[in-house]
């Protein structure tokens, strides 16, 4: 009875000892705590959290908890006396307090735990089965003038336990300017979600939404100057979150742009960096050689390896350093949190090679880790193939180095279609010869599901400048865009062969042009069937064009053999006089075993007659199927003729 007692006493006693203080009078952190990253998090992650704390002299403080959602683990100070890192573990949801101590005074920052919604970590991503729509949010639409005039400074929702401060913006909204900000937001978006939906659309990629606040050329994006906040010109995150909910309300995926080598000059940590090595110093200022073989090249010098990877893309962009695993362990958390807050579909990651390869395939393993089917596609710009291949997950590169990510962008086929479409007159390793090239070369890829193909993006010239203006040309590569392997992206307004302004020099900016009927007061509305019929001069073949685009990419939706058959092709040659030359001409069968897709691609100014016999490896005799073009029943067999600068695409079944 008495060691009962004794032992009872000295659990009481131990009680006492561990009893949470009561923090209940101490003061919130108003100026105290400028900051904490992620802005919260979710119980039932997988990712550790690491907490970025910043404040003025924040790293002499002592950290605790308040509630029961939160345990530190370990607690690291940075070089800069305004930051701290806490490494913790998640208990529970709900909001508690990280309470700091300092010289007899304490404050408290709320931080807020949610419970994780279900099924998260299953989550679907974008597949072949899908077509992903880029847009250039500035450009696309504006629904609102209200953040037209910029932002003066002030808090908004962020989606942490309170609002957030974002500093004025000084890049105003000038239309007639290429390079300003013209005012498209998400609001805008939003709205226009039918018609991208109507379209064939499966996916939409946007240029990046977050804070980008360069005092000039801010409208892209691409120099963030805060990661965890979308850029009130364009909205709020819950605005984007709002995005994203429409689109999966009409079966459309959002995968977000994010930027993990290179921040922009206007970054608030610009400042004052938490470590000396937080990013690659700029001074003396050493730009980027853009020389991705020096990764895979036995014979490359240490000094273009370390220029590539510590370079700067532009004076405007600073390079991080992602080597610092503080730095990477930040990247990695916050693409989970945008992912999990916004319930996104996908990752586009921008310049991938200019990134430190090592630590970028882990970023690449802690997200899919977390998000086992999550698809990342990485833009790999690259026309050679053996080192765009070298990119892919698990390929078997003779050095060993395995980036961990599932898909790249096919710049090499991107290239060869925009040439192949501009020759006519062709001599033996020209024309439609360039893209069967392109296609032969397949061998070098791992996964052949998991390439983005496409015949522009933002930072290319408008398609329809590129192929003279000519729709025959642009129906030729929307056709190729339709059905050849891969995951096919297009480039917003490329389904009526936007063209570059030519009021303004020639500049990126002059070819990121604004969709005409997304602006109030816009004379031209392409986004109805009404306004693309009334168009005229540039826009004359606006309707045809967007109806050839709909036929093929709502057809594309449900057809198994484009989205996941195989690829049979073959190139033909005629005689002229005593030589034989190719033809220009291109045709290929996607196939599974039940279904089979035939598409000849007539590259010439001159009609041509199917010789059906030239095929009979694949298909013995003519068969029945149905002209996805036209709809009408099709018999393919020999004299089938094909129109000057046309396509036939015909599926049946096997």
């Not at 093929?552 to 073959?570: E, N, Y």
């Amino acid at each position: 009875m008495k060691r009962t007692l004794y032992l009872f006493l000295c659990l009481l006693a131990l009680g006492a000892c561990r009893q949470v203080p009561d923090y209940s009078g101490v003061a919130e952190a108003a100026g105290q705590v400028t900051r904490v990253e992620p802005l919260s998090w979710w119980t039932g992650m997988h990712t550790d959290l690491q907490l970025l704390v910043q404040g003025p002299g924040i790293g002499g403080c002592d950290v605790a908890v308040e509630g029961k959602g939160l345990e530190i683990k370990a607690v690291h100070k940075a070089d800069s006396p305004n930051y701290l890192f806490l490494d913790v573990a998640v208990k529970a949801a709900g909001t508690c307090n990280l309470v700091f101590s300092r010289d007899g005074e304490q404050f408290k920052y709320p931080y807020l735990i949610r419970e994780r919604e279900a099924g998260s970590r299953g989550r679907e991503s974008f597949t072949t089965a899908d077509m992903i729509y880029l847009i250039m949010p500035d450009r696309f639409a504006s629904a609102t003038a209200d953040n037209d005039a910029g932002w003066p400074g002030g808090a908004y929702d962020d989606g942490s336990a309170r609002a957030w401060t974002v500093p004025a913006t000084p890049d105003r909204v000038d239309r007639a300017a290429a390079v300003s900000r013209h005012g498209g937001d998400i609001q805008g978006m939003t709205a226009h979600l039918d018609y991208i939906a109507d379209l064939g659309a499966t996916a939409i990629w946007c240029t990046p939404l977050l804070l980008d606040n360069q005092p000039r050329e801010s409208y892209h994006g691409y120099a963030c100057a805060d990661y965890y906040h979308i850029d009130p010109r364009f909205g709020d995150n819950a605005a984007y979150k709002a995005f994203v909910d429409a689109a999966h309300a009409r079966g459309i995926k959002v995968i977000m742009d994010i930027v993990t080598n290179h921040c922009g000059t206007a970054h608030w940590w610009m400042e004052d960096a938490p470590f000396k090595d937080w990013y690659h110093s700029g001074e003396p200022y050493m730009q980027m050689n853009a020389l991705f073989s020096v990764y895979m090249d036995p014979n490359a010098s240490v000094r273009d390896r370390e220029r590539q990877e510590s370079g700067w893309f532009v004076p405007s962009m600073p390079d991080m350093n992602l080597d610092n695993p503080f730095v990477l362990k930040y990247f990695q958390q916050w693409a989970v949190w945008w992912i999990e807050y916004a319930g996104l579909d996908g990752l586009r990651v921008d310049t991938y090679p200019y990134n430190e390869p090592e630590p970028m395939s882990r970023w690449c393993k802690a997200v899919t880790d977390e998000y086992p089917a999550m698809n990342i596609v990485g833009e790999c710009w690259d026309s050679n193939i053996p080192q765009l291949a070298y990119w892919q997950k698990d390929h078997p590169n003779p050095n060993g180095f395995n980036s961990n990510l599932p898909s790249i962008m096919d710049f090499p086929l991107e290239s060869a279609i925009k040439r192949a479409l501009n020759e006519e007159h062709v001599n033996w390793d020209e024309g439609m010869t360039r893209v069967y090239s392109v296609l032969a070369q397949d061998f070098a890829y791992t996964d052949l599901s998991h390439m983005m193909t496409f015949f522009a993006n933002h930072d290319h010239a408008r398609t329809g400048d590129v192929l003279g203006q000519d729709p025959a040309r642009m129906r030729l590569a929307l056709a190729l865009l339709a059905t050849l392997r891969g995951i096919p992206q297009l480039y917003y307004g490329d389904e009526m062969m936007f063209l570059e302004r030519k009021d303004v020099p020639s500049h990126d900016g002059a070819k990121r042009i604004d969709f005409p009927g997304g602006w109030e007061g816009d004379g031209t509305d392409l986004f109805s069937a009404a306004g693309r019929s009334a168009a005229a001069g540039q826009y004359r073949d606006a309707a045809a064009l967007h109806d050839y685009t709909r036929t093929l990419f709502q057809w594309r939706k449900g057809c198994k053999a484009v989205q996941q058959g195989r690829t049979l092709h073959f190139l033909s040659r005629r005689n002229v006089g005593d030589r034989n030359i190719t033809d220009n001409t291109y045709a290929f069968f996607r196939y599974t075993a039940e279904q089979a897709v035939f598409v000849y691609i007539n590259n010439t100014g001159e009609e041509r007659s199917l010789d059906w016999h030239h095929y009979r490896e694949f298909v013995s005799g003519p068969v029945q199927g149905r002209n996805v073009l036209t709809g009408e029943q099709t018999e393919l067999r020999d004299g089938v003729r094909i129109g000057p600068k046309s396509a036939l695409i015909v599926e049946f079944n096997r």
